[in-house]
T-cell receptor, first 118, second 113 residues
């Protein structure tokens, strides 16, 4: 099956700094990528949807200036958490979709990134 | 807006037995997709099964099957011959127009030996 990777898997940063999380589709072209946030034992909340070469579409309540998303190529999307604060600590998951594939109905999920802001 | 409700926060089942996880959803649309995802302790999301709303036949994948009741807006997951590796959080999800997924709150399933 299609593989999506995320890097780093775990990152600790100090309050006020920025951190970048990468999401890569390893064996397919991801025309659309999604970014989710998940708190412990809770559901996934969609933050934004990005299409390659276009600006991301953010969900209501998500600060676009704080969570910068760049989908610069068909295999890479990045999420940058700017001026991070402890309340930004969470598990961030990306997923990717290949609209041209036979399994275009499926979102392929990355393994997630745990962000801890101290 | 579409919503997905999973009313069972936690469930337990003995190994080799059968368990059913409940899911209801709300939409005024007629064509949509429904999914069950599994999230084991590794937190990697895994697609378990999917159902297209226009198909009346219930989807099955090996030990996993669904009971799709479109009029009742119900989409339950049955796991037969439960295995220890089935221990995970299970999410029901709804997708409209092949756009974004809306997830339910999840059900933690523990399979006991």
């Amino acid at each position: 099956g299609a593989v999506v990777s995320q890097h780093p898997s775990w990152v600790i940063c100090k309050s006020g700094t920025s951190v970048k999380i990468e999401c890569r589709s390893l064996d397919f072209q991801a025309t659309t990528m999604f970014w989710y946030r998940q708190f412990p034992k809770q559901s996934l909340m969609l933050m934004a949807t990005s299409n390659e070469g276009s600006k991301a579409t953010y969900e209501q309540g998500v600060e676009k200036d704080k969570f910068l998303i760049n989908h610069a190529s068909l295999t890479l999307s990045t999420l940058t958490v700017t001026s991070a604060h402890p309340e930004d600590s969470s598990f961030y998951i990306c997923s990717a979709r290949d609209w041209s594939g036979l399994r275009s109905y499926e979102q392929y999920f990355g393994p997630g990134t745990r962000l801890t802001v101290t | 807006a579409q919503t997905v409700t999973q009313s069972q926060p936690e469930m337990s089942v003995q190994e080799a037995e059968t368990v059913t996880l409940s899911c209801t959803y709300d939409t005024s649309e007629n064509n949509y997709y429904l999914f069950w995802y599994k999230q084991p302790p590794s937190r990697q999301m895994i697609l378990v099964i999917r159902q297209e709303a226009y198909k009346q036949q219930n989807a099955t994948e090996n030990r996993f099957s669904v009971n799709f009741q479109k009029a009742a807006k119900s989409f339950s997951l049955k796991i037969s011959d439960s295995q220890l590796g089935d221990t995970a959080m299970y999410f029901c999800a709804f997708e409209l127009n092949r756009n974004k997924l809306v997830f339910g709150a999840g059900t933690i399933l523990r399979v006991k030996s």
